[in-house]
DNA sequence: GAAAGTTGAAATAAACATTGTTACAACTTT
DNA sequence: AAAGTTGTAACAATGTTTATTTCAACTTTC
């Protein structure tokens, strides 16, 4: 199983937005069309961006733009913003473990810590890298093209 | 999205292997009463789990045995044994980055060494527990229930 | 204020993944 | 030989992801 390409292509439209921004109307077709991701999709990503306080976008005025300092968002930002876990974490558990057996009724108890700790660990190395350094180094290998 | 339950089904049939072994056989069929999971979706765990030599069954003789020490068998054993993951890492990549794009011919590339900092950290989180730690809590819970 | 272009959103479809189910051959033990 | 078990294939049911179609609401520009 995999995390959903909506948190790669949420990536990628901020750091067009961020690279393009000044010199253009980056608009969902745009996007659609850097990404190879549906022009839909792609608004519906930028919304779910919006709801986070990522980005700004307004109907009918073309044109995306960030809510606040590339150096302030990070991939984890993105990743939760796209919602990219539900409710119940990145594990999913076997549901109906069986309350007679002595293990089944306590395996999840045991597990649960762990499982948030690895997910833990997965979140704070999201959090270890802000858009900031995407852009940096996307604009470095541009101009060594 | 989220790593599928045969993950968590594996650790608890592993621990069921451990805590009843001694006492009676272990079958497909006990550990689909203890899980709650399908006996067959069961076998197929176990088959995933042979072949990573974490167990052992055999055709006709009922009953799974731990093929090593819970000691030396790990969460990340399992989590990969049960293939969470499928080759190309936990994250889903977008497909089709336009490579006109100069953002589009380079995310990946920029992205791809933290995507797999992200991953490795969780399945080092995961390499840090051992069945052994899982087998002991379960035994204490159920001695003090 | 009309035209053109855009966003937001709903409804639906297509593709894929996960889990459960049925069925049965091959095997082991008794 | 009988009973119980594993391994495996085929299929069904369900859920998730991504794409597509459609259109109302909005903004900008002429």
Same mark, same amino acid.
């Given at each position: 199983?995999?995390? &959903?390409?909506? @948190? &790669? ?7 067009c937005?961020?690279? @393009?921004?000044? $010199?253009?109307?980056? *608009?969902?077709? @745009? ?5 190879g991701?549906?022009? #839909?999709? #792609? ?7 919006? +709801?986070?306080?990522?980005? $700004? ?6 044109? =995306?733009?960030?809510?606040?300092? %590339? ?11 796209? +919602?990219? *876990?539900?409710?119940?974490?990145? !594990?999913? !558990? ?8 002595p293990?089944?009724?306590? %395996? ?9 700790? =690895?997910?833990? =660990?997965l ?6 890298? *802000?858009?900031?350094? %995407? #852009? ?5 290998? %541009?101009? $060594? $093209?």
């Open positions: 199983m995999q995390i &959903t390409s909506k @948190f &790669t292509a949420a990536v990628h439209i901020l750091t937005i961020e690279v @393009f921004g000044g $010199e253009m109307r980056v *608009t969902s077709d @745009f996007l659609s069309g850097s990404t991701v549906n022009a #839909v999709i #792609v608004r519906n990503v930028l919304g779910q961006l919006r +709801e986070a306080g990522i980005v $700004e976008t307004r109907q009918g005025s073309g044109g =995306a733009h960030l809510a606040k300092p %590339i150096s302030e968002i990070t991939l984890y930002d993105v990743y939760r913003a796209v +919602e990219c *876990t539900n409710d119940t974490g990145l !594990f999913r !558990f076997h549901e109906n473990p069986n309350a007679k057996c293990v089944g009724r306590n %395996i999840h108890k045991v597990m649960d810590g762990r499982l948030e700790a =690895a997910q833990a =660990a979140e704070n190395e999201l959090k270890s890298t *802000t858009l900031a350094e %995407i #852009v940096a180094d996307t604009k470095k290998i %541009i101009e $060594e $093209e």
